[in-house]
């Protein structure tokens, strides 16, 4: 019987991709790239290309440096606001409101075009070792970003760490477990795991949001197709591809998340 469960699983996975409907949007999309190779202009890509590489690790780098900052501060924020005193939960959440209830393009602009045009009015800033990255407009797009994605990821967090039994938690402190104990082998991992499509969501969101960078000079994958844009006039085909691009790393997203969906259950156990 084990002997033959790999080939079910194949056949399984195999019957999943040959239903109509997805061999229907699979013909749709290969008639669509085919038609695009074909009447459309892609002579300007080869003087790009070099650019589009670095614009597509740039926003790679971005996402996942802001959504591994992000959840860092997401889980102290969610834990304050779920289990912790007045005088932490309530900065906690007026944090987290006030970083949801304002536009993130305000924010990235605020920091940049506010924080950062004071640096400069400070001999002590400029002659520090520190000036050389301020100077730049990298760190505040990876600081709007990431206070961005925790303010999300704290409420996300939040419910998660309140919807876990408090009875596991009761029981594991009559069994002497300590606090730390218990908050990383039970109270935390099943927080994750609750809060794991979600997370998955809002980081695909995340990958959107990465755009805006390119506002204030960040040259990421977007920024690189404005450019083409701007210097051969050509509009769609740049588009196209960028559009391509997200839906291949959201894809990679999207994949890597059910993964880690199917492996946390097994670890709880």
């Known amino acids: 019987m084990s002997a033959t469960t790999p080939f079910a699983a194949v056949s399984a996975a195999r019957s999943e991709w040959l239903q109509p409907h997805r061999i229907v949007l699979i013909a749709i999309a290969a008639a669509l790239v085919l038609s695009a190779a074909i009447f459309m202009r892609w002579d300007w890509l080869p003087k790009y290309y070099d650019l589009a590489l670095l614009g597509i690790w740039r926003t790679i780098w971005i996402l996942a440096v802001t959504v591994t900052l992000g959840f860092m501060l997401a889980v102290p924020l969610g834990l304050a606001q779920a289990a912790g005193p007045f005088w932490l939960a309530w900065p906690a ?15 990235l602009w605020l920091l940049y075009y506010g924080l950062g045009s004071l640096f400069p009015q400070y001999p002590w800033i400029r002659q520090s070792e520190l000036w050389p990255i301020l100077r730049q407009a990298w760190p505040y797009a990876v600081v709007a970003l990431t206070l961005s994605y925790a303010a999300y990821e704290g409420e996300v967090m939040r419910g998660a760490f309140a919807g ?8 594991a402190r009559a069994f002497g477990m300590s606090p730390w104990k218990r908050f990383r082998r039970i109270w935390l991992p099943q927080a994750i795991h609750r809060a794991l499509p979600t997370l998955a969501g809002e980081t695909v969101l995340q990958l959107k949001a990465t755009p805006l960078v390119a506002t204030i000079t960040v ?32 894809g990679i997203l999207v994949f890597g998340f059910r993964k880690l969906e199917a492996k946390i259950p097994s670890r709880l156990g």
């Open 93 to 107: 959440k007026a944090f987290c409101t006030v970083i949801r209830g304002t536009p993130l393009l305000l924010q």
């Open 219 to 250: 040259i990421d994958i977007y920024a690189v197709a404005s450019r083409v844009r701007q210097d051969t006039f050509i509009v769609y085909e740049p588009l196209l591809l960028l559009a391509l691009i997200y839906l291949i790393i959201t």
């Open 164 to 171: 876990v039994p408090r009875g596991q938690l009761e029981a």
